[in-house]
């Protein structure tokens, strides 16, 4: 079945500094992928779809300069926290739409937790 | 997006069929029905989706509506490991490209 690599799986830093995630669909082409960020105890907010080879597609109140995303390949989204704050600290997931036609569906990677001191 | 609404939490016993209700009485033509569950520190897994007639596959069975206005994931015999968080969600035609977006879902406990 289709899988998504994403990584790091945690990762701390501190206040001021970025941070990259990388998600990859290791088996299948994804020209849509999606990045959501998760608070304890809540469900997945969308914050934005990658599109490989041209802008991403932002969420209303996501920071598109704080939150940088980057999709240059079929396989390959990278979600940069910049200038990164304790606030920033959460859960960040990635999926990808596989599949076509109507055999479809979305797969998650395992998810990165973000601790910022 | 179409709105669909489950409840907060339900519980199960171990062995035990559990029946997860989900109301989407906005649902358009071209909305199908997905399921996904969500283990602790996890992303989330696809379980099943379906856009008209029941859907059964090795994890779980999808009961939709007639109307097709509600729907229910089944899953036969409850484990420890169905322990999660289960959402209903709904998604555009094949064409659509659509955004996946959740709800709270339904946090489910397995008793042992």
């Known amino acids: 079945g289709a899988v998504v690599s994403q990584h790091p799986s945690r990762v701390i830093c501190k206040s001021g500094t970025s941070v990259k995630i990388e998600c990859r669909s290791l088996?299948?082409?994804?020209?849509?992928m999606f990045w959501y960020r998760q608070f304890p105890k809540k469900s997945l907010m969308l914050m934005a779809t990658s599109n490989e080879g041209s802008k991403a597609t932002y969420e209303q109140g996501v920071e598109k300069d704080k939150f940088l995303i980057n999709h240059a390949s079929l396989t390959l989204s990278t979600l940069t926290v910049t200038s990164a704050h304790p606030e920033d600290s959460s859960f960040y997931i990635c999926s990808a739409r596989s599949g076509s036609g109507r055999n479809y569906g979305y797969t998650f990677g395992s998810g990165t937790r973000l601790t910022v001191v | 997006d179409a709105k669909t609404t489950q409840p907060n939490s339900m519980e199960s016993n171990e062995e035990e069929p559990v029946h997860l209700p989900c109301n989407h009485s906005t649902i358009s033509g071209t909305d199908y029905i997905h399921w996904y569950r969500q283990l602790p520190s996890q992303g989330p897994e696809y379980v099943i989706h379906g856009l008209t007639s029941n859907v059964n596959n090795r994890m779980a069975s999808l009961a939709i509506a007639e109307d097709r206005k509600s729907s229910t994931l089944i899953l036969h015999r409850a484990t420890l490991r169905d322990a999660a968080v289960y959402y209903c969600i709904l998604i555009g035609g094949e064409t659509s490209g659509s955004r996946l977006t959740f709800g709270e879902g339904t946090q489910l406990t397995v008793n042992p």
């Open positions: 088996d299948f082409q994804a020209t849509t």
